[in-house]
């Protein structure tokens, strides 16, 4: 009787819910989890470990290490063309989940609409929610490679509607969006006044074009908070380290909260992001290219297996329909478990757009793929009434 009603509301993660089955099974291969199976660079570890030597063991500024926020803006500024000043519009946050938390925190007011796409990270419709806000999911489809349209985003669009929330590429589909859509997304936001908030983790996980921020879009800097961190392109997802960057206004509110929530991110993990942005690159590229051969293994065996799947221009997942099969995303995801003790997450975990389709994380060693494809291939065949 004590817990508020809006907490009450949110579902738990159908991710994690999910994977409680999977502790619980022996000799699982988990394509689960969005996780990279690679250890974070040893030069990175060394520098926490370094820093711990030193007794680098206080907090920092609310905003930082200022190191860091230096660091950030040069990456940014190389990587996206976009100039903040470190010492002012640069919030270091404990990943990239606080950051969009406290950025749907410092923006929203109750009742205001935050539009975004589905199929989504889990954590986005609850985020707003949680913030008082009330989520408008968009669908985006497999026939345009899961990107949003500006013509669904404008659909979407109420006299209440305040925030736009982008994340490309996405997590669980693996789509992405070329200049030119963003372009005409990006018109939609400005004629409507809406705020974008654009979550771009997996940038640098991008297998064909280059990847465009909307933030670099004439107009859009100075209505844009640009979300970014190190779990994904560095290995680093234990450290949680991320930040957010954005006109002073938005970001001096974002740290107003994050004082009092976090105080500051560890100072061993914004030791060790400094080591990442300075001499990383290098392990980014090598993991990015092992993750290029398997997401082409895993695709072509899923098509060839009769689960249609399209070719994913960025992050680690695959994304096939499981339509053909008449069961729903859920039932195939545990069967799979049980059955052949395979691990990945149904579609409906990542909204009502999701149904009909699975992700499968290809964040794990080949051979491992290679085995979990095989044992995907028996349990159809099973279903299909074949041998095996």
């Not at 989940?97 to 109750?110: F, G, K, M, Y």
């Not at 933030?215 to 234990?238: D, Q, V």
């Not at 690159?281 to 090598?286: A, V």
């Not at 859920?330 to 909204?351: D, T």
Request: glycine fraction near 8%.
């Amino acid at each position: 009787m004590f817990v508020a009603n809006h907490v009450k509301a949110i579902p738990r993660s159908g991710i994690r819910e999910f994977f409680e089955v999977v502790q619980n099974t022996a000799g699982v291969i988990s394509l689960g989890v969005g996780e990279p199976d690679f250890a974070t660079p040893w030069h990175i570890r060394e520098a926490a470990i370094y820093a711990l030597e030193r007794g680098r063991t206080s907090y920092t500024s609310n905003l930082g290490l200022l190191r860091l926020r230096e660091a950030i803006s040069r990456s940014v500024e190389e990587s996206f063309g976009l100039r903040y000043s470190a010492k002012s519009e640069i919030l270091v946050t404990v990943g990239v989940s606080e950051a969009l938390d406290i950025a749907l925190r410092a923006v929203l007011n109750p009742g205001d609409e935050v539009i975004y796409h589905e199929p989504c990270y889990v954590s986005y419709a609850p985020s707003v929610a949680l913030a008082h806000g009330i989520p408008k999911p968009v669908e985006c489809l497999v026939e345009n490679g899961f990107a949003v349209t500006a013509e669904a985003v404008e659909k979407a669009v109420t006299p209440r509607s305040k925030v736009l929330m982008l994340n490309f590429p996405t997590n669980p589909t693996g789509g992405t969006m070329s200049r030119e859509e963003l372009t005409k997304v990006a018109d939609v936001a400005r004629r409507h006044n809406l705020l974008v908030i654009t979550d771009e983790i997996y940038s640098e996980l991008t297998f064909e074009g280059e990847h465009t921020s909307i933030a670099a879009l004439p107009g859009m800097r100075e209505r844009t908070i640009f979300l970014h961190g190190f779990s994904k392109a560095y290995a680093m997802t234990g450290f949680r380290i991320g930040y957010a960057c954005g006109p002073e206004e938005l970001v001096e509110a974002m740290m107003r909260i994050h004082q009092y929530s976090m105080l500051c991110a560890s100072i061993i993990s914004q030791e060790a992001a400094v080591e990442a942005l300075q001499n990383g690159r290098p392990d980014t590229l090598e993991m990015r290219e092992q993750y290029r051969m398997r997401r082409n293994y895993i695709v072509k065996a899923l098509n060839d297996m009769g689960l249609p799947c399209h070719l994913p221009r960025g992050s680690f997942y695959a994304f096939p329909s499981i339509r053909g099969t008449g069961l729903t995303s859920r039932e195939f995801a545990v069967r799979l478990l049980r059955e052949h003790q395979v691990a990945c997450v149904p579609g409906s975990a990542f909204g009502a757009c999701g149904e009909g389709f699975l992700r499968c994380c290809f964040a794990t060693a080949l051979d491992q793929i290679q085995v979990a494809t095989e044992r995907i291939d028996k349990f159809l065949r099973s279903l299909r009434g074949g041998c095996g």
